[in-house]
């Protein structure tokens, strides 16, 4: 069945088109997002959700979202997105990051003209007839200082920009490398300093809980008098109302905000002040920029829910369509190793540990990570997924590690899977061979090779003289019909392992027969 895509905010529809050319069904209801009840009830019905910043991904959206396997940002912030909870329930969160970045650059060096020349309100009076050409007396930007809070995408544009414009520029971004820095030509400095210095000021961060109102009212104090500041980022970046009393004051000169703390913002504090210029959330507002966000988003979405690969997600690392196929066989690998140690392992876990060689530690080992701790916890967990493993792992205080190794070993590449529960270890290795299909080809140190199937018992034994022909009457004398049966053992006389594939289950009784042979240490019936 074709996979059903949701957009429910005003998207271009150049997407619509480029889902449908990729077989993937969708609905184009603009106006949904605004409405979190009827969303709610028919979100059910769709793998995936197309949205801008109008829709509210919040629980209440989520709790009925059975399907959803994505939510496609056409844009950047996800700060709409109940992340946490997307994750938790498997459902990737992808954005994109660069559709949008000049266009939003732009439009706030655009609002900082509009507060350095004042040009809305001289706009307002001048077609109100009022010629009033003593009343706007506006400053150079010329030789000003720029302080750019966040200087990533955005404000590096931005940056750029205003260096054109013979701006100084200061950035207070505790991610920017002092290289990085030097190469934009900017002066990477603190915010004590950005704010002491800048006659201009433009937040250029993500919201946050690092970066909520950065732009407190201590701060607000702390900047330059006359000070210009422009939010062309989020609002919750400042404090709405102690920017309302600087500018009454008279200590900040003008303020430009494209976004606010409630939106749509119908009313708020700034409004109606003379030095202040509002636009609605523009600063993405240009054709060029909603074509590529649109047609980005929907090529994102539709690679990963028709070819599994994954670009620009928030909560999963990349996997490229290239890459997609290759990588597949391994991931069922990786989740079947992490399923098989979890079908085994009855206390609690309290460490994982994948080592990756040859081959597989040339892949994307936290795709395949991700893959095995969700096998591991699926016996337990249900709705577990490759998404939501290692949130979950890390709430059950399970501590996931992952290295690779240059070690030799008999195969082209070997994932190996060891797991810690109440002090003992368990490990388990597997490998795909040529035809596609993961192959278990180490247990416990002991030399095996089976294929998981459906339907497996495992034993655990003492290498002695009767068991396979005890084992395999008692399941004959139950009706059960042996498809293949792997033997290994540590050394002549000591720990040996079975693993055998039956058609049908097991019922209890047999596996407790099982169980009583005296050379039989574990038992277990294991499912894939
Ligand atoms: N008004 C609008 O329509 C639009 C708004 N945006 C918003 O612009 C903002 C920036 O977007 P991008 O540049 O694409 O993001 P980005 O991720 O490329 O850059 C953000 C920068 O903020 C820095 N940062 C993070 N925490 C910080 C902190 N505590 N203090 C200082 N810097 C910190 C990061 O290191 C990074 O360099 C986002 O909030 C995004 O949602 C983006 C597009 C349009
Ligand atoms: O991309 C972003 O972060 C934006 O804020 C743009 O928002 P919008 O898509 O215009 O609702």
């Known amino acids: 069945m074709a996979p059903r895509v949701l957009i429910s905010d005003k998207i271009s529809t150049a997407a619509v088109q480029i889902f449908k050319d990729r077989g993937v069904e969708v609905d184009y209801l603009p106006d949904l997002g605004k409405d979190r009840d009827a969303l709610a009830a028919v979100i059910g019905g769709y793998d995936g959700l197309a949205i801008r910043s109008t829709t509210k991904v919040t629980s209440k959206v989520l709790a ?96 750029d920009r205003a260096i054109g414009l013979k701006m100084k520029v200061v950035a207070f971004d505790p991610f920017l490398s002092p290289e990085r820095a030097v190469a934009l030509g900017v002066e990477k400095v603190e915010l004590e300093d950005l704010l002491a210095r800048a006659d201009f000021i433009s937040l250029h961060t993500p919201l946050t809980d690092r970066t909520r109102n950065i732009l407190s009212a201590e701060n607000i104090a702390r900047t330059k008098p006359g000070v210009r500041i422009v939010n062309c980022a989020r609002g919750g970046l400042l404090d709405e109302a102690a920017l309302r009393e600087a500018l009454d004051s008279g200590h900040v000169a003008g303020a430009a905000l494209d976004v606010f703390l409630v939106e749509p913002a119908t009313e708020n504090v700034l409004f109606g002040h003379p030095r202040v210029v509002c636009t609605p959330h523009l600063g993405a507002a240009t054709t060029e920029a909603q074509e590529n966000v649109a047609l980005q988003i929907a090529e994102q979405m539709s690679d990963y829910l028709t070819r599994g690969a994954i670009t620009n997600a928030v909560n999963f690392p990349s996997i490229s369509a290239e890459e997609a196929p290759k990588l597949r066989p391994f991931i069922t690998l990786a989740e079947r190793l992490g399923s098989f140690a979890g079908q085994l392992t009855d206390s609690n876990i309290s460490r994982v540990r994948l080592t990756y060689q040859g081959e597989a530690a040339r892949m994307n080992m936290r795709a395949l990570t991700s893959a095995a701790v969700a096998g591991l916890l699926r016996p337990v967990l249900a709705g577990v997924n490759v998404v939501s493993a290692p949130t979950i792992a890390k709430e059950r205080g399970i501590v996931v590690e992952e290295t690779s190794s240059d070690a030799e070993s008999d195969y082209d590449a070997l994932i190996t899977l060891m797991v810690e529960a109440d002090g003992t270890q368990r490990s388990v290795s597997g490998t795909v061979f040529a035809d596609g299909k993961a192959r278990i080809v180490d247990i416990k140190g002991i030399k095996v090779d089976a294929e998981f199937a459906p339907s497996m018992i495992y034993v655990a034994n003492e290498d002695r003289p009767g068991f396979v022909g005890h084992f395999a009457s008692m399941l004959g004398d139950a009706g059960i019909n042996i498809a293949t049966f792997a033997l290994g053992r540590a050394t002549q006389g000591g720990d040996a392992i079975a693993l055998v594939q039956i058609d049908g289950t097991a019922p209890d009784e047999v596996i407790e027969r099982v169980r009583a042979l005296p050379m039989v240490r574990q038992a277990k019936p294991l499912a894939f």
């Not at 954005?95 to 900082?112: Q, V």
């Not at 001289?122 to 750019?148: C, M, P, Y």
Request: hydrophobic share 45%; glycine share 14%.
């Open 64 to 159: 009925d979202a059975g399907n959803l396997k994505v939510i496609g940002r056409a844009g950047i912030g996800v700060d709409n997105v109940d992340l946490s909870l997307a994750t938790a329930k498997g459902v990737i969160v992808m954005n994109t990051p660069y559709g949008n970045s000049i266009t939003a650059a732009e439009h706030a060096i655009a609002l900082m003209f509009s507060i350095a020349r004042e040009i809305p309100a001289a706009d307002h009076s001048t077609q109100e007839g009022l010629w009033e050409k003593n009343r706007f007396l506006g400053v150079e930007i010329t030789g000003k200082t720029l302080g750019i809070i966040g200087c990533g995408n955005i404000g590096s544009v931005v940056a």
